[in-house]
């Protein structure tokens, strides 16, 4: 599909074209940007308050150290954070400054802060991560946020670059060229260069961009993109026709982000000729952000995506723009400035360019149901005079990009109320969690997810553990997604299937009904349900558990009389290091003797 775009001889002389006729390859050429409009405009205000309010903090706190300790620690300990924090709140610095730059260019103090971070960059070691320098020689790897950070310094470049000193700015340019084009054209090729994941379109869309901004020879040009078409090609490999995105809202905001700020440079790079968006699977992947969320700004977040994800407006209003299919974003779920921790440059700057505040938009994400039958999951939101309600199940298997182990698990939330059946999302990444100990965290192994446990057996991990789809149906009404599960449970002798069905009625209050139907070949097995939840559950009576809202309540109701009821309150460590907790219900079967047993299980609103 990409390749066809352009060869290197076709892309060499687009460029020159371009040049000869005296045409800005940035994607928007930025004496047409009037950042003088945006700081004054009412319907910036707030986005400008929150680069503003940021920048006077920082102006108040030194820049901080990146010391060969603190960079050996990730070898001796595993742990990310301690590195990591420091190194982010630089490119915090890096983004605010910069912006605030541009924003309000006759301001000294802002002036000053955006060269002073601007040097101290220059003279990191390496601009890669420890997590990702594993093995690796330093000057010739290169990782997500060494790409990320060189484009950074081109978009820096382009947008303010005749207002910095000139040994700064010679420095800037030596520095991406000996950290990320002479290793991309010589040490490769990464790992990355043909991964089906984000890594491939943040690194490859990092240089390509790169590039296009400031390399003048066109034919060493040319040969950068074709390498990062190559890459791009393998991104897109990794979705299914349906556009899912199977890391979540998250990554599809980081990946594709990516993807499409490349994409743009490179349609105005070639004066329109390389459209790297005119594709179907483009489209359908562009439409993946407004499925995939349930209420507000809380995805359907399964693998290691957050259970709150917020929107990068501007990136959501150009695609808006393109595809007459997307929608606009509400404006309440936009992600403030501060927002990312990692403080990337290239959404926050089209955060400003990119947005249209006066685009029509809803409050909430319009109601629908969908289900995308590549990825194997149904997603539903339904709004009535009660309120807002989301309801997503999954199939697929075990073997997915950031995988947990929840081949048949479901999320159903309402407003802004905690999760009654909840998906944790990604816990605290260390060594371990993207290593052997990797299921033995709540938030990836099967016992955090609302699975059943079979003869004693937690789901397995592997490709071979998948779902076999028996039914997918949605409507006005009700959805319903029906799934045999045997085989992510082939571990537990005697069972020979497992059925999981869904209902999903789509009432003023919903109601979910869930059945689970087994088949045992020499007696029955034990079967413990499992609930993973965030609101407080409270056992109300035999075959009624009360989960507790803020606005809503949910009635989980079960057979009376057919289980033990175990409700524990378990702590874990999120993304961020932080300690939080969920509750987990264990409905134990007691005592069964039939060979095709069924347990239905009600959540009623």
């Given at each position: 599909?990409?390749?066809?775009?352009?060869?290197?001889?076709?892309?060499?002389?687009?460029?020159?074209?371009?040049?000869?006729?005296?045409?800005?390859?940035?994607?928007?050429?930025?004496?047409?940007?009037?950042?003088?409009?945006?700081?004054?405009?009412?319907?910036?205000?707030?986005?400008?308050?929150?680069?503003?309010?940021?920048?006077?903090?920082?102006?108040?706190?030194?820049?901080?150290?990146?010391?060969?300790?603190?960079?050996?620690?990730?070898?001796?300990?595993?742990?990310?954070?301690?590195?990591?924090?420091?190194?982010?709140?630089?490119?915090?610095?890096?983004?605010?400054?910069?912006?605030?730059?541009?924003?309000?260019?006759?301001?000294?103090?802002?002036?000053?802060?955006?060269?002073?971070?601007?040097?101290?960059?220059?003279?990191?070691?390496?601009?890669?991560?420890?997590?990702?320098?594993?093995?690796?020689?330093?000057?010739?790897?290169?990782?997500?946020?060494?790409?990320?950070?060189?484009?950074?310094?081109?978009?820096?470049?382009?947008?303010a670059g005749d207002r910095l000193p000139q040994a700064l700015r010679d420095d800037m340019l030596e520095q991406v060229n000996r950290r990320l084009f002479i290793p991309y054209l010589t040490y490769g090729?990464?790992?990355?260069?043909?991964?089906?994941?984000?890594?491939?379109?943040?690194?490859?869309?990092?240089?390509?961009?790169?590039?296009?901004?400031?390399?003048?020879?066109?034919?060493?040009?040319?040969?950068?993109?074709?390498?990062?078409?190559?890459?791009?090609?393998?991104?897109?490999?990794g979705f299914g026709a349906d556009g899912a995105c199977l890391e979540g809202p998250g990554y599809w905001n980081y990946g594709f982000g990516y993807y499409v700020y490349f994409a743009d440079l490179l349609?105005?790079?070639?004066?329109?000729?390389?459209?790297?968006?005119?594709?179907?699977?483009?489209?359908?992947?562009?439409?993946?952000?407004?499925?995939?969320?349930?209420?507000?700004?809380?995805?359907?977040?399964?693998?290691?995506?957050?259970?709150?994800?917020?929107?990068?407006?501007?990136?959501?209003?150009?695609?808006?723009?393109?595809?007459?299919?997307?929608?606009?974003?509400?404006?309440?779920?936009?992600?403030?400035?501060?927002?990312?921790?990692?403080?990337?440059?290239?959404?926050?700057?089209?955060?400003?360019?990119?947005?249209?505040?006066?685009?029509?938009?809803?409050?909430?994400?319009?109601?629908?149901?969908?289900?995308?039958?590549?990825?194997?999951?149904?997603?539903?939101?339904?709004?009535?005079?009660?309120?807002?309600?989301?309801?997503?199940?999954?199939?697929?298997?075990?073997?997915?990009?950031?995988?947990?182990?929840?081949?048949?698990?479901?999320?159903?939330?309402?407003?802004?109320?905690?999760?009654?059946?909840?998906?944790?999302?990604?816990?605290?990444?260390?060594?371990?969690?993207?290593?052997?100990?990797?299921?033995?965290?709540?938030?990836?192994?099967?016992?955090?997810?609302?699975?059943?446990?079979?003869?004693?057996?937690?789901?397995q991990t592997g490709i071979d553990s998948a779902a076999k789809v028996l039914e997918a149906y949605t409507s006005r009404e009700e959805d319903r997604l029906e799934l045999e599960l045997e085989a992510c449970?082939?571990?537990?002798?005697?069972?020979?299937?497992?059925?999981?069905?869904?209902?999903?009625?789509?009432?003023?209050?919903?109601?979910?009904?869930?059945?689970?139907?087994?088949?045992?070949?020499?007696?029955?097995?034990?079967?413990?349900?499992?609930?993973?939840?965030?609101?407080?559950?409270?056992?109300?009576?035999?075959?009624?558990?009360?989960?507790?809202?803020?606005?809503?309540?949910?009635?989980?109701?079960?057979?009376?009389?057919?289980?033990?009821?175990?409700?524990?309150?378990?702590?874990?460590?999120?993304?961020?290091?932080?300690?939080?907790?969920?509750?987990?219900?264990?409905?134990?079967?007691?005592?069964?003797?039939?060979?095709?047993?069924?347990?239905?299980?009600?959540?009623?609103?």
């Open positions: 599909m990409i390749s066809s775009i352009g060869t290197r001889e076709s892309l060499q002389s687009w460029f020159e074209a371009r040049r000869l006729a005296g045409s800005s390859i940035y994607f928007m050429d930025r004496r047409a940007i009037d950042w003088q409009r945006i700081a004054n405009s009412p319907l910036h205000a707030d986005m400008v308050k929150e680069v503003e309010e940021e920048g006077d903090r920082l102006l108040s706190e030194p820049i901080p150290e990146l010391t060969q300790e603190l960079y050996a620690l990730f070898e001796t300990t595993g742990n990310r954070l301690t590195y990591e924090v420091p190194y982010f709140t630089r490119r915090r610095r890096l983004t605010t400054f910069s912006l605030l730059h541009l924003l309000h260019p006759g301001n000294s103090e802002y002036k000053s802060a955006l060269e002073r971070i601007l040097q101290a960059i220059m003279t990191e070691p390496t601009w890669c991560l420890p997590a990702h320098m594993k093995g690796q020689t330093i000057g010739r790897h290169i990782d997500l946020f060494a790409a990320e950070t060189g484009f950074a310094l081109c978009e820096i470049l382009s947008m090729p990464y790992h990355w260069e043909t991964a089906d994941h984000n890594w491939a379109a943040v690194c490859a869309g990092s240089i390509g961009s790169a590039a296009l901004l400031v390399e003048r020879n066109n034919a060493r040009l040319a040969e950068m993109i074709v390498k990062a078409l190559g890459t791009m090609e393998h991104y897109l490999s349609l105005n790079a070639t004066g329109g000729k390389a459209n790297l968006l005119e594709h179907d699977k483009v489209r359908e992947i562009a439409l993946f952000q407004q499925r995939s969320y349930l209420s507000g700004n809380r995805p359907a977040n399964f693998s290691d995506a957050m259970p709150n994800v917020s929107v990068h407006i501007g990136l959501s209003d150009y695609l808006a723009a393109y595809y007459e299919e997307v929608e606009h974003p509400p404006l309440a779920i936009r992600a403030a400035f501060t927002e990312d921790h990692c403080m990337r440059y290239a959404p926050a700057l089209r955060n400003f360019i990119w947005f249209q505040p006066e685009a029509a938009r809803e409050a909430d994400w319009k109601p629908g149901s969908w289900y995308l039958p590549d990825a194997e999951w149904l997603i539903s939101r339904t709004r009535s005079s009660e309120g807002s309600f989301g309801f997503a199940a999954k199939g697929g298997n075990n073997n997915e990009p950031h995988n947990h182990n929840d081949v048949g698990h479901f999320i159903l939330l309402a407003d802004h109320d905690p999760a009654f059946a909840a998906d944790l999302g990604s816990g605290e990444y260390t060594a371990q969690y993207f290593g052997e100990g990797r299921y033995g965290y709540d938030c990836t192994g099967a016992q955090g997810h609302s699975i059943p446990i079979i003869g004693g057996r937690l789901q449970y082939s571990e537990a002798a005697g069972l020979e299937s497992f059925k999981r069905r869904f209902v999903w009625r789509k009432l003023a209050r919903p109601i979910l009904e869930l059945t689970d139907v087994f088949r045992f070949k020499d007696g029955s097995l034990p079967v413990t349900e499992t609930i993973v939840t965030r609101s407080r559950p409270a056992l109300i009576e035999d075959g009624h558990i009360r989960l507790e809202g803020d606005r809503h309540n949910v009635t989980l109701g079960f057979e009376p009389g057919r289980y033990d009821v175990s409700i524990e309150e378990i702590g874990y460590r999120n993304h961020y290091g932080k300690e939080e907790s969920y509750y987990r219900i264990h409905l134990t079967v007691k005592g069964e003797t039939s060979n095709e047993p069924v347990y239905k299980l009600q959540f009623q609103f």
